[in-house]
């Protein structure tokens, strides 16, 4: 057996932000040599940020990503790190200069390149290319068709990227291949799973690989997705060699004791499995000097609150700091959603940079007012009330509304003082709507949905109330004041948009309509299976009509992180004009 | 040779609605036979509308397109249509039902169905899977492996969906399978084509394929897309036969002369070309008793300009339409944009459904006031002037902005306003922002941004100009009042939200700017090759970095019809958190 001191760098990247995203290689390079490590490995497009979306087919940003690779290389080795093999993933190039239908000359590819010595020694393409849910693979890259192993102080190191490990081809490859471990880099977006599937996935692709297996992944907020790392090396026998904290910027270490390759024989000596070929790569012969090896991090993984919690916390201080922005506002109305969106937003930028603004009308209640500000004394965000009454006033003077309209423009005139506000003072305007509201189109567009970002809208009305309680009781578990007051976890949810309003006036329960959207968007289960489930028949056809015609306002809704199995937006497109309808029989 | 009388049914479907579709190939399947028709073909998925988008994954809406077409089968049959062969794109299923990771059991096709005596005879499922532009449907779609060849009176009819037309493999094998006859069926929509891009390919496919090519599109608006139709029958010399008018619903039919086949023969005898299998199937053997063949209407293709603004019209007409509204409502500020939109909404569906709203504030100026009320008298839209000072005073009184944030607090009353009357009335509210704004970020979000549907989205400034222009010279070409009145056309722009501004203050001429935004935008050039190709370096950045910064806002703009080769929305999809910054070197 041959030592090896891995460092898996499980790191928070921005799209197209090339030199700040080497700066940070270059400087965790660093710190993983000052650990001892021998290889580092960063996770799938790490250079170039992921995804990329139709940055992949802009040429001047695909020759700069493979100019910060060379460049990279190079850097490295300058700054007396050239001896460690690092691997990083970044945006690669087919040779073949023919252009395609759709596609430019020399066709993008979703690469690893390892870096050693001052140069790019080699570079694996991704064969297996995910096209469903978020992923859009098949638009942006060309499949690779060989896999690389690279020899690494004597051992062999078969390369995979995500999706080779979810499919049949690249790992049973890299047991042919005789690898000695198997490392995966990986851009896998956080959604909520109880179940520890990426550990069951990588213990899995480790036995059939006959080898160790490093899995590898970025952290952090792009858009609509959150990378929540989980990084994991495990064994052949699924034992967990080392595990990293969800969420957390980390270099996670393990030391290996790895099946040394055979120094007479070259690398990946047949050329041909299951119809992906093979290369090797010699990149240093020499077994590390025996070492005493340390004992790595296992982190316990988050219950599943701690883990919803977390990812909204990070897609938005993400979303933030990536765009630029240093303060966000919201409407707050007392209601639970904007109370528990403040507490999340306080959590990721700080209280200080947390804007609430309350916004009272006639049919706004004292006790929405009180805990509104209450809610802000809690958190010590700054709290500003402006009563709209005079300019609701105004606009009937001008134009004669009535029923739903006149309660939207309630809505509306919040949304035109919190845009106000916002481009008077350059914060972001967050939405607080959740994912039953959206669903069923109960919320006014250009009113309580505008915004930059909408924290909380892939969760559920009912997981927004599980949520709060389990941050409330967080903060009683540590000695703290709860951050909401708990009347805005117990009240009747209303729009207090008009006098006495309650939102069952419109809606079904929350607890049955929570089921309802769980089977037909999370599920795609027709009405037909909606009622078989046990469903009543009219409240199925009811809800699924409010979620069909709602598609349009959907359209216009600001990005939020996906916590779900779909989300709406990248998980679930529907056309905006749309006649199906399901009809359940029976 | 043997005779035969076709009819394509260029026709508009819409999406879901597969009742009211089947409905429409009954009708036309009537109208063909009546004229004496021996087969009707229909386009792409022309029984569950195009594209479907994420409906093709629900199981329910799969078994209901195909429930729907035996049943179209069966009803054709019943109404004494049997004897005719109707060809009709629709959703299908793979036979496989094993799961795949992303699939559904069962994976969907896009599919042809041959439908006779009361039955589906056979089904050909789509080789070649677009995606790329707006197309998606590797997401969608599993590919056929299997040409159909069906003899119809004799004559083998090979049989291609769309992209198969557009790539190497099944017209060449329709070739190898000795066809008669290669009908393609398409979903194809409309862009902006100077050249005669579809005649050309048609003709090389007939060619190739050494028989004649009949070529039937849909028409028709659906969320982004306008198809065009242009159906054309061309011969493998490259004669026209055939051509339908283009944006039109209209039965296309052409007499053909056709190579038989020969009768011993078995249809398709070969069973294997070039990677893809043959099928062979027999609808009828006997050949078409000897008639007079009558002469096919050959439309003359439309204009640069009569095209774009036809895909305006029926773009928004049916919006408008399949969305079940019947009357719209824009802000009408005399300007160039709002004056386009309205004169483009009352060709769509009336100037009694079009409802334009005067919001003059502070700053308007009386020429922009008197130009709207103009614009209302020529078209005879409905007017109305509600004026907006009370209202913006009322808000400065309860907070305090200036510059931009008092700009857009104009811009965002006059939305409140729109959108107020539009849930009183159920107007459907028009964005009348043009491509050049929405690149550069220059319009108020939740403000003259609103609305369901934006006509003008993917026309440059110039090309709004240039199009008011068209459609004033077309009505005096008719001896009409010039719609548009001249003022508009003529004087500089201007938002008009503090005194005396222009956009000249803030853009580039738009000259200038629509000559980078057209190399950025819809060529995709990086900032070196703009200025290679001679533009001013600060310029090219500046522009490039208002139209990177402006990302969010796109996102939550409406939807309009696609016009350009890339429009923003399906053809243009770019991350917000995006920190690339195009710079120019030299």
Redesign the interface.
Known sequence: MAQLRLALAQADF?????P?NSEKVVALTHEAAAKGAHLVVFPEMALT?Y?????A?????VA?SRNAVEGLAVRLADEGLGDLTVIVGYLGQHDDQRAE????KGAPHNSAAVLHGGRVVTSYAKHHL????V??E??YFVPGDTMQVVRVHGIDIALCICEDL??DGPVTTARSANAGLLVVINGSPYERNKDDVRLELCAKGAAEAGCPLAYVNLVG???ELVFDGDSIVVSPQGDVLARAPQFDETLLLADLALEAADPQASVAPESDYSGLRVEGTVVSREPVPAYDAMESTVAERLDDSAEIYQALVVGLR??VR??GFRSVLMGLSGGIDSSLTAVVACEAIGAENVYGVSNPSDYSSQHSKDDAAELARRTGLNFEA???A??VE??H?????????AE??QA??R???W???S??HGHLVLACGNKSELAVGYST??GDA?G?FAPLKDLLKTQVWELARWRNAEAVGRGETPPIPQGVIDKPPSAELSPGQLDSDTLPDYGLLDDVLDDYIEH??????LVQDGFDRELVERVLRMVDRAE?KR?????GPKISIRNFGRD???????????IAEG
């Open positions: 921005t799209v197209g932000d090339l700040a940020g995804p990329i979306e139709d940055l087919l802009r040429a001047s940003f700069a239908l759709g596609r430019p995910p096209n469903y849910g992923f859009d098949f638009r979810w499919r907020g792009q858009d993400d979303y990536k765009n402006v009563p709209i005079p300019i105004q606009f003077k001008a134009v004669s509304l009535d029923g739903i309209a939207n423009l509306r005139i949304a035109v003082i845009m106000g506000l481009n008077q567009i250009y505008v930059g795609d289960r027709g009405s037909a299976e349009y359209r216009q809704y600001p990005p679930r497109r529907l056309p905006v004009t749309n006649a199906w309808r399901e």
